[in-house]
C-alpha cells in the first residue's frame, strides 16, 4: 500500500503551510505522507471522500483544562475531541509540581495530545481559587525541577493573577512564574482578573512571547473600551489569547481592541467543568463567535491552528498539514446563515457561519463516539441547561435503544447444517 488513507476533493485550509483550496490528503503511518490538487487513488488503503467539507489541520486549543477527577475545572477530553475537531489540548496550569506526575499519568491516557502549562503553585487547580495566596506554594527550584523532569510535556508556565488567587501576595506569583520560564526557555501566560493587581502593574512585567490569556475579558476594559496598558504590551510583542471560559470574553472589548488594530493572535477556549455546558460548548463555537466580529474563516482557524502551536513552540509542524507532520486533522461541514451567539455576560451577535465537526483525525486515525461525561456536582446549572442535559440523554438513549439495523441487514453467521 502506498498510504493509509486518502481524503479527496476537501476545501483546505491550513494557514501554516499556506495552502487553500481544493487539495486531496494523503496520510502513511500516522504522518502527511503528502498534499496535492489530486493524488492517485490507487493503492489507498482507504479512501474517504469529503469533496465541499472544509480541511483544517486537527485545532490546538491554547486554554483547556483536562485533569477530570484531580481538579475542580478538569474535563475529560475525548468525549468532545471527536465531535469537534481539537486533537491537541494544551492543559493551563492544571496541575502544580505537587500534582504533575498524577496529571501526567492520567492524561497520557487520553486519546487526544496534552502538552502542559506548569502552574507556579504547585498545588495546581485542585480547588476553585487561591492556589497562589500561599507563597510557599510557588516554590521557583521545585518548579524548575519539575519542567526538566517533564520536558516533553510541559511547554510553558501558567500564573492566575487576579486578587482572588494572589491574596496580599501582589506580583510576587507573577515575579516567580517569570523567574522558572526564563530558567527554562519557556513561555508564561497570565490569567487577569480582578484587581489587585491591576492590569496596568502586571503587563510590563510580561516578556514578548509571553501570552496574555482572557484578553479581551470584561476586565480588560477601559475608558477606551480596552485597558490602555494592554496596548502597550501588544506592541511589546506579547501575544493575545481569548481564552473564552465562563468569566473571560466580552464582545465589546474584543470589539474596542479590534478597532483599535489588536486582533487576538490565538483562539482558545478555556473549556473546563464551568464552561462546557455554556456559554463555550466548544472550539467551533468559540470561532464562529470571533467571525461574529468579523474575522474571516481563514484568520479564525489560523488562530486555532498555526498560531497557538507557534506560541509554544510544539513540535514537528503540528498546527499544519505540511507533509511530514502528523496526520492530526479535522474536517467540518461550513453552515453559512446567522447564528446568535453570547459571550460571558449574555451580549450577544451574529456569526455569519457555523462550523460543524463531521471527522476529526489524530495521527491518521478517526476518533471514535464517546459519550459525554456526567457533570461534577459542584458545577452550577441553570434549569434550562439542566433540562436540555436531560433532553440529550433521552435522545442518546433512543438512539441507542433503535435495533441497528431490520432483519434485511443480517446475515446467517452459522448456517443450521454446520456446512
Ligand atoms: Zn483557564
Known amino acids: ?79 468532545v475531541a471527536w465531535h469537534s475537531g481539537v486533537t491537541t489540548w494544551v492543559d493551563a496550569g492544571s496541575a502544580g509540581a505537587y500534582t504533575f506526575p498524577a496529571f501526567a499519568a492520567r492524561t497520557a491516557g487520553y486519546a487526544v495530545r496534552v502538552p502542559a502549562l506548569l502552574n507556579i503553585s504547585a498545588v495546581g487547580l485542585v480547588a476553585p481559587v487561591g492556589e497562589s495566596r500561599e507563597l510557599a506554594n510557588c516554590d521557583v527550584e521545585l518548579a524548575v525541577e519539575t519542567v526538566r523532569a517533564h520536558r516533553d510535556t510541559i511547554v510553558g508556565i501558567k500564573v492566575r493573577m487576579d486578587r482572588h488567587n494572589v491574596g496580599a501576595n501582589g506580583l510576587a506569583p507573577l515575579r516567580r512564574a517569570t523567574e522558572v520560564a526564563s530558567d527554562c526557555g519557556l513561555p508564561v501566560m497570565v490569567h487577569i482578573g480582578a484587581a489587585p493587581p491591576s492590569i496596568a502593574q502586571l503587563l510590563p512585567l510580561l516578556r514578548p512571547g509571553d501570552i496574555i490569556t482572557h484578553c479581551a475579558s470584561g476586565i480588560a476594559a477601559g475608558a477606551a473600551g480596552y485597558d490602555p496598558a494592554a496596548r502597550e504590551a501588544y506592541q511589546a510583542g506579547v501575544l493575545f489569547d481569548i481564552g473564552h471560559g465562563s468569566g473571560g470574553f466580552a464582545f465589546d472589548v474584543l470589539e474596542a481592541q479590534l478597532a483599535a488594530g489588536m486582533p487576538p493572535h490565538t483562539i482558545s477556549t478555556d473549556l473546563h467543568s464551568r464552561s462546557l455546558h455554556g456559554p463555550v460548548f466548544d472550539l467551533p463555537t468559540t470561532m464562529a463567535k470571533l467571525t461574529a466580529v468579523g474575522l474571516s474563516l481563514e484568520q479564525v482557524v489560523a488562530g486555532a491552528t498555526v498560531a497557538p502551536a507557534r506560541a509554544l513552540g510544539l513540535p514537528d509542524g503540528l498546527g499544519t498539514l505540511a507533509p511530514d507532520a502528523p496526520a492530526d486533522i479535522a474536517v467540518f461541514t461550513v453552515e453559512s446563515g446567522r447564528f446568535e451567539l453570547a459571550d460571558v455576560h449574555g451580549q450577544c451577535r451574529t456569526a455569519p457561519l457555523r462550523l460543524v465537526n463531521e471527522l476529526t483525525y489524530r495521527a491518521g486515525r478517526l476518533l471514535p463516539p464517546q459519550l459525554p461525561q456526567p457533570v461534577p456536582p459542584w458545577v452550577p446549572l441553570t434549569d434550562t441547561q439542566r433540562h436540555a442535559l436531560a433532553g440529550r440523554d433521552r435522545a442518546v438513549r433512543r438512539l441507542l435503544t433503535t435495533p441497528l439495523v431490520g432483519p434485511d441487514g443480517l446475515a446467517e453467521q452459522f448456517p443450521r447444517n454446520g456446512a
Open 1 to 79: 500500500m502506498t498510504w493509509d488513507l486518502l481524503l479527496t476533493g476537501g476545501d483546505l485550509l491550513d494557514p501554516g503551510a499556506g495552502r487553500s483550496g481544493r487539495h486531496d490528503i494523503a496520510v502513511r503511518d500516522g504522518r502527511i505522507a503528502a498534499v496535492a490538487p489530486e493524488l492517485p487513488r490507487a493503492g489507498a488503503a482507504e479512501v474517504v471522500d469529503v469533496t465541499g467539507l472544509l480541511v483544517t489541520p486537527g485545532l490546538v486549543d491554547l486554554h483547556t483544562h483536562v485533569h477530570a477527577g484531580g481538579t475542580y475545572w478538569g474535563i475529560d477530553p475525548d468525549p
